[in-house]
């Protein structure tokens, strides 16, 4: 069974910084594009950054700067760097990772980590 488990997540201060982690297991193929999604309440989920297979990168606009993606492939882990930190951050953050398994090709989704960012 195919499971991504982000961590990292919590409260910190405005220009604080925090690390996320969504770290993938089971029967895994093939990664072509990992990336990072955030979902404040009353909004729309949202993409925040993305890591194709050619190790391409593509950020939000209101992150661009700040935030830096990457991911470990020994670790099968994604990061999500996010540095100078502001209220309009705060968000459940998701990962997703489209994949071929043995469950064949599709889009698997983490179940989330809040991020809270106030003074």
């Known amino acids: 069974q195919v499971q991504l488990v982000e961590s990292g997540g919590g409260s910190v201060q405005p220009g604080g910084s925090l690390r996320l982690a969504c770290t993938i297991s089971?029967?895994?193929?093939?990664?072509?594009?990992m990336a990072w999604y955030r979902q404040a309440p009353g909004k729309e989920r949202e993409l925040v950054a993305s890591l194709g297979s050619q190790d391409t990168t593509k950020y939000a606009d209101s992150v661009k700067g700040r935030f830096t993606i990457s991911r470990d492939n020994r670790k099968n882990t994604l990061y999500l760097q996010m540095n100078d930190l502001r209220p309009q951050d705060t968000a459940e953050y998701y990962c997703r990772s489209y994949m071929r398994t043995d469950e064949g090709l599709s889009n698997y989704w983490g179940q989330g980590t809040q991020v809270t960012v106030s003074s």
């Open positions: 089971g029967s895994i193929t093939s990664i072509y594009l």
